[in-house]
């Protein structure tokens, strides 16, 4: 089983960025699909974006595509998402999640997960607020 930790979070105002990071840990990443979640006070958990380590294919879901931006450090074992143009709506405690491709095949498919298989860290508060 992969640990996940999330650093990176904390307060900006709208317009300003944030980077998260995901440290992974007890495992290659080779045969896993990381996504970055995120859930809002008394809204349903949303896949943000998801990257498959394999064939790199990517997905954002649509609300941040064009501000998001999904990438890793392969000799670090840790993903990122890069939070540009933030705005009040993006506050939300963002989760960071692998799961093996045996669970799920690609990154839309992860993203679009309702429950929570595989590792999931203990979550990043971001708050955009002026």
């Known amino acids: 089983q992969l640990q996940v930790v999330e650093s990176g979070g904390g307060l900006v105002q709208p317009g300003g960025s944030l980077r998260l990071s995901c440290a992974v840990s007890?495992?290659?990443?080779?045969?896993?699909?990381i996504g970055w979640f995120r859930q809002a006070p008394g809204k349903e958990r949303e896949g943000v974006s998801c990257v498959s380590i394999r064939d790199d294919g990517t997905y954002y879901t649509d609300s941040v595509k064009g501000r998001f931006f999904i990438s890793r450090d392969n000799a670090k074992n840790t993903i990122y998402l890069q939070m540009n143009s933030l705005k009040p709506e993006d506050t939300a405690v963002y989760y960071c999640a692998a799961i093996s491709i045996w669970t799920v095949k690609t990154a839309q498919d992860m993203c679009a997960i309702t429950h929570r298989p595989g590792s999931w860290g203990q979550g990043a508060q971001v708050t955009v607020s002026s």
């Open positions: 007890g495992g290659t990443l080779d045969y896993y699909i």
